[in-house]
């Protein structure tokens, strides 16, 4: 089992322990640590990129509960330096951040939230009905974010039965292993850029500004 610092740390380079490094179908290799700093693919989240040693981190992926790093050339067992791509991470907690508030406001005009999506450019959450939901517009949606980014409300992590759970400030936390901002304002401006419904479903899409 691969210990997942990021659910408690922000760092983007420490140490780890290599444990095994195996070839993939595809030729390149998959490496297992004893803890990582890297965010593998899910969630609606984007991978993590950077470095073990020098060797580049190409994706990283979940498989049980390991975490493996995939990698074009193998590295040998021992200690290893781990360096997360700083900027690509922040870009990735802002986008999920801002998931985390739209799923939010969609909410209290009774929709649930039920898929999300946080990749750059692509962002957008999936609703399911609730009881009495009504269709806001973009600038309903946008004022409640607004004032939320105003309040700059810190995020929450905690465990509960050994589920992680995120949220800010007094907000509703979501069940998450995500990557998220310290701080609200951390986001920068949040901009909805449509809402519509499909098959019974409100879908948001939102971009921020680089």
């Known amino acids: 089992m691969t210990e997942r610092l990021y659910y408690t740390s922000d760092n983007t380079e420490g140490q780890a322990n290599l444990l095994s490094c195996l070839a993939e179908p595809d030729g390149r290799y998959a ?38 790093h995939i990698v074009a050339k193998p590295l040998l067992p021992g200690i290893v330096n781990l360096r997360v791509d700083a900027a690509l991470r922040q870009l990735h907690a802002r986008l999920h ?4 508030l739209i799923g939010l406001a969609g909410t209290a005009f009774g929709w649930r939230p039920v898929k999300a999506h946080h990749w750059p450019n692509e962002g957008r959450i999936t609703f399911a009905a609730g009881e009495n939901g009504t269709l806001p517009d973009t600038l309903s949606l946008q004022e409640k974010i607004n004032a939320w980014q ?23 936390a979501y069940p998450c292993g995500g990557t998220h901002v310290a701080h609200l304002s951390e986001i920068g401006p949040v901009t909805i850029t449509q809402v519509k419904m499909k098959k019974g479903q409100m879908i948001v899409n939102y971009t921020l500004v680089p």
């Open 31 to 68: 490496v297992v640590l004893d803890r990582t700093l890297f965010h593998p693919q899910g969630g609606g989240q984007p991978a993590d990129a950077g470095w073990i040693d020098d060797e580049p981190v190409e994706t990283v992926l979940a498989r049980g509960d390991d975490v493996l």
């Open 97 to 100: 951040s801002a998931g985390h």
């Open 150 to 172: 105003a309040d700059n409300l810190s995020r929450q992590v905690t465990f509960t039965d050994g589920l992680r759970q995120v949220g800010f400030g007094h907000l509703l």
